[in-house]
Antibody, heavy 120, light 108 residues
Framework: EVQLVESGGGLVQPGGSLRLSCAAS????????MNWVRQAPGKGLEWVSY????????YYADSVKGRFTISRDNAKNSLYLQMNSLRAEDTAVYYC?????????????WGQGTLVTVSS | DIQMTQSPSSLSASVGDRVTITCRAS??????LNWYQQKPGKAPKLLIY???SLQSGVPSRFSGSGSGTDFTLTISSLQPEDFATYYC??????????FGPGTKVDIK
């Protein structure tokens, strides 16, 4: 069974930092492209960042570029999101997601999400 | 960026109703269109991929159609467990994917 389990969320002050982790199991993690997607309270879904299966290709949404860093450790079956210079508008549930490259790149699995709250 | 719109933004329906949700892309995305269902407090769940392919385990009352810029999600006979918010998402410009704003389906 595919499982994605996020951790690391919490309350942080504006300007602070947080590192999210996602533990993957039930599939060959090193073969899959991964994304972080977020959802502000009561709002829709927003793509945040992408990393290729090897980690060699990375993309960010303009809203987080220069502040967030995505990475992965295929030996540990783990995905990460380092978030710096956090702003109130970064408050959201952050989902770790898997991309299915064989069927037109839908997100076929989502973690349960971890809540990040940026507030003083 | 490719912009996605959905209509309606919300609808009220009864169990057994046929429900149709529309999604439009700001440019042609071929068939790179996916649909998700999200219930309160839960992660989204993939229903339809590549515009019309049913994800494994999803009931056959869900169907998708369309190509280019206009797409439709249809629920043939609404069930109590289908009350949720539905999002479309384009994967044409992957990895820079974008989502529609969502359509909330609630009980009439």
């Amino acid at each position: 069974e595919v499982q994605l389990v996020e951790s690391g969320g919490g309350l942080v002050q504006p300007g602070g930092s947080l590192r999210l982790s996602c533990a993957a199991s039930g599939f060959t993690f090193s073969s899959y492209e991964m994304n972080w997607v977020r959802q502000a309270p009561g709002k829709g879904l927003e793509w945040v960042s992408y990393i290729s299966s090897s980690g060699s290709t990375i993309y960010y949404a303009d809203s987080v570029k220069g502040r967030f860093t995505i990475s992965r450790d295929n030996a540990k079956n783990s995905l990460y999101l380092q978030m710096n210079s956090l702003r109130a508008e970064d408050t959201a549930v952050y989902y770790c997601t898997r991309v299915d490259i064989l069927t037109g790149y839908p997100i076929d699995y989502w973690g349960q999400g971890t809540l990040v709250t940026v507030s003083s | 960026d490719i912009q996605m719109t959905q209509s309606p933004s919300s609808l009220s329906a009864s169990v057994g109703d046929r429900v149709t949700i529309t999604c439009r892309a700001s440019q042609s995305i071929s068939s790179y269109l996916n649909w998700y269902q999200q219930k309160p407090g839960k992660a989204p769940k993939l229903l339809i991929y590549a515009a019309s392919s049913l994800q494994s385990g999803v009931p056959s009352r869900f169907s998708g159609s369309g190509s280019g810029t206009d797409f439709t999600l249809t629920i043939s006979s609404l069930q109590p467990e289908d009350f949720a918010t539905y999002y479309c998402q384009q994967s044409y410009s992957t990895p820079r994917i974008t989502f529609g704003p969502g359509t909330k389906v609630d009980i009439k």
